[in-house]
């Protein structure tokens, strides 16, 4: 195979990559913890957090404040899972995300 040939091959693959990463990107990604629920993009954005109100103790925002730590770390695994399936089939490219 020749140099320009590879070249090109690889200019290929990076866009195959860079596609499957916008995909990724521009995903939704809900994670949940008893009444707090969270909505992440895939590029871990944090674009919504609910309550539920009706499941809240009004003098415990101690343990509110856990379930949203918790709702978005489960969010955030989703997004990791989602990336490793469907950006693993390109290898591990040292730099390049």
């Known amino acids: 195979m020749n ?6 091959q690889a200019q290929a693959l990076q866009k ?4 499957v990463k916008d995909e990724i990107d ?3 990604f809900h994670g949940e913890s008893s009444f707090v ?3 992440m993009m895939g590029d871990k954005t944090l674009k919504e957090v609910k309550i539920s109100a009706d499941s809240l ?3 415990d925002i101690e343990a509110l404040q856990d379930m949203i730590v918790v709702a978005i ?9 989602e990336t490793e399936k469907k950006m693993g089939k ?6 390049l995300f």
């Open 3 to 8: 140099m320009q040939a590879m070249l090109k």
């Open 16 to 19: 195959d990559m860079l596609k």
């Open 26 to 28: 521009n995903t939704e």
């Open 37 to 39: 629920n969270v909505t």
């Open 57 to 59: 103790d009004k003098d």
């Open 73 to 81: 770390n489960d969010a955030n695994k989703k997004i990791d899972s």
């Open 90 to 95: 390109f290898g591990n490219i040292p730099g």
